[in-house]
């Protein structure tokens, strides 16, 4: 089964001081390196952004399309709404080692009694802007943002989800300021 994967890159990036998807690490914007990652586990990729990111084609980047921003949870709203496959697998834009074997570990549970999310769980923790999600759900979100708020794990956690356990943490790294992404350089 085929999967449009979206990258989540339409935040404020307030603890980084600037946009988090241009911070370069190793002379590449932290945005390429999760696009490079993600591109080949994909059918096609999206990028959920408030900002024109000039190395990315214009006509796979998209706005918000809720008026309010309820954080990561409006970005995952907007890429359901573009994506064209039934399942579409998120990424944050600042986890440039995320794993190469992502989406293929998530995909086998698609198929599990009523699955409408598959979230990786790393050390008893959930990772929900990594989310596998079904289309299906894009109704729901402006729904529950006006009932419940808008905290991306507790939707998650309002509906039939899955945990896959991941055992190595790294991969799920974010960069959320200089000092995380000097931490990475110098790994």
Same mark, same amino acid.
């Given at each position: 089964?085929?999967?449009?994967?979206?990258?989540?890159?339409?935040?404020? $990036?307030?603890?980084?001081? /600037?946009?988090? $998807?241009?911070?370069?690490?190793?002379?590449?914007?932290?945005?390429?390196?999760?696009?490079?990652?993600?591109?080949?586990?994909?059918?096609?990729?999206?990028? /959920?952004?408030?900002?024109? &990111?000039?190395?990315?084609?214009?006509?796979? @980047?998209?706005?918000?399309?809720?008026?309010? /921003?309820?954080?990561?949870?409006?970005?995952?709203? /907007?890429? !359901?709404? @573009?994506?064209?496959?039934?399942?579409?697998?998120?990424?944050?834009?600042?986890?440039? &080692? &995320?794993?190469?074997?992502?989406?293929?570990? !998530?995909?086998?549970?698609?198929?599990?009694?009523?699955?409408?999310?598959?979230?990786?769980?790393?050390?008893?923790? !959930?990772?929900?802007?990594?989310?596998?999600? $079904?289309?299906?759900?894009?109704?729901?979100?402006? !729904?529950?943002?006006?009932?419940?708020?808008?905290?991306?794990?507790?939707?998650?956690?309002?509906?039939?989800?899955?945990?896959?356990?991941?055992?190595?943490?790294?991969?799920?790294?974010?960069?959320?300021?200089?000092?995380?992404?000097?931490?990475?350089?110098?790994?």
């Amino acid at each position: 089964m085929q999967v449009d994967g979206v990258i989540l890159a339409g935040g404020k $990036s307030t603890r980084m001081g /600037s946009n988090k $998807s241009q911070i370069l690490l190793n002379n590449k914007p932290l945005i390429n390196h999760v696009f490079d990652r993600l591109h080949p586990q994909v059918g096609k990729i999206w990028i /959920s952004t408030n900002v024109n &990111l000039e190395q990315f084609p214009e006509n796979i @980047q998209f706005k918000d399309q809720l008026e309010e /921003s309820f954080g990561p949870l409006t970005g995952v709203y /907007s890429g !359901l709404k @573009q994506a064209q496959t039934d399942w579409v697998q998120f990424c944050p834009n600042d986890c440039p &080692l &995320l794993p190469a074997n992502l989406v293929s570990e !998530l995909k086998k549970f698609i198929t599990q009694a009523n699955a409408e999310i598959i979230i990786p769980r790393v050390d008893g923790f !959930l990772e929900p802007t990594f989310i596998l999600c $079904s289309k299906s759900l894009v109704d729901d979100i402006p !729904l529950y943002v006006k009932k419940q708020g808008g905290k991306l794990q507790k939707w998650v956690m309002a509906h039939n989800y899955i945990c896959v356990d991941f055992n190595d943490k790294k991969p799920f790294t974010n960069i959320n300021n200089k000092d995380d992404l000097a931490l990475i350089e110098n790994a």
